[in-house]
């Protein structure tokens, strides 16, 4: 045989056997590295030492004014945090502004002032998430929604507000 073709017969020989050589030795590398694959969930190697946060929620009923605003307003915890949001639709046809008060142990508030757009979509405004001083039902959180200094209160919007019983 020529050396010529003999060359030729090795390149296309190691070619072939090449990839199949590297697929059945298995991944290259540290043998400590993580598999970019997630680990399935029944699998109790899987398991976090650490229970994961959850967002619980105190709300209060859903309101609405005559005046075409509705709002429910709520105490959120997460972990060591706490704090109020209020969620709205504004279908007044005006501009309104809201107060929005977290009110916790010990005579602590937060307030946020939010305005609120015109709109048909719900809409959200919260303060800020502030350390706990307590439980979650040491909190309240209310919501005031009025349409300028001197249209008045429109709504309140309360987080442990007891819905209106039928009579």
Same mark, same amino acid.
């Given at each position: 045989?020529?050396? /010529?073709?003999?060359? &030729?017969?090795? @390149?296309?020989?190691?070619? @072939?056997?090449? %990839?199949?050589?590297?697929?059945?030795?298995?991944?290259?590398?540290?043998? =400590?590295?993580?598999?970019?694959? %997630?680990?399935?969930?029944? =699998?109790?190697?899987? !398991? +976090? *030492?650490? %229970?994961?946060?959850?967002?619980?929620? /105190?709300?209060?009923?859903?309101?609405? *004014?005559?005046?075409?605003?509705?709002?429910?307003?709520?105490? &959120?915890?997460?972990?060591?945090?706490?704090?109020?949001?209020?969620?709205?639709?504004?279908?007044?046809?005006?501009?309104?502004?809201?107060?929005?008060?977290?009110?916790?142990?010990?005579?602590?508030?937060?307030?946020?002032?939010?305005? @609120? #757009? @015109?709109? =048909?979509?719900? !809409?959200?405004? #919260?303060?800020? /998430?502030?350390? +706990?001083?307590?439980?979650?039902?040491? $909190? *309240?959180?209310?919501?005031? $929604?009025?349409?300028?200094?001197?249209?008045?209160?429109?709504?309140?919007?309360?987080?442990?507000?007891?819905?209106?019983?039928?009579?």
């Amino acid at each position: 045989m020529q050396p /010529r073709l003999v060359m &030729l017969l090795g @390149v296309a020989a190691v070619t @072939v056997l090449l %990839p199949l050589a590297g697929a059945s030795a298995g991944p290259v590398g540290d043998g =400590d590295a993580k598999s970019p694959l %997630p680990t399935p969930t029944n =699998d109790p190697s899987n !398991a +976090s *030492s650490e %229970p994961r946060a959850e967002t619980t929620s /105190r709300c209060g009923p859903e309101l609405s *004014s005559p005046d075409g605003i509705e709002a429910q307003t709520c105490v &959120l915890t997460l972990g060591r945090d706490t704090w109020a949001r209020t969620y709205y639709r504004n279908a007044t046809g005006d501009e309104l502004t809201a107060v929005l008060t977290l009110m916790g142990p010990g005579g602590r508030t937060v307030q946020m002032h939010c305005e @609120v #757009e @015109v709109g =048909d979509e719900p !809409a959200a405004c #919260e303060t800020p /998430r502030e350390r +706990s001083a307590g439980g979650a039902a040491a $909190y *309240s959180a209310v919501a005031e $929604y009025a349409a300028g200094e001197t249209d008045g209160l429109l709504l309140r919007s309360g987080s442990n507000s007891a819905p209106l019983q039928d009579s």
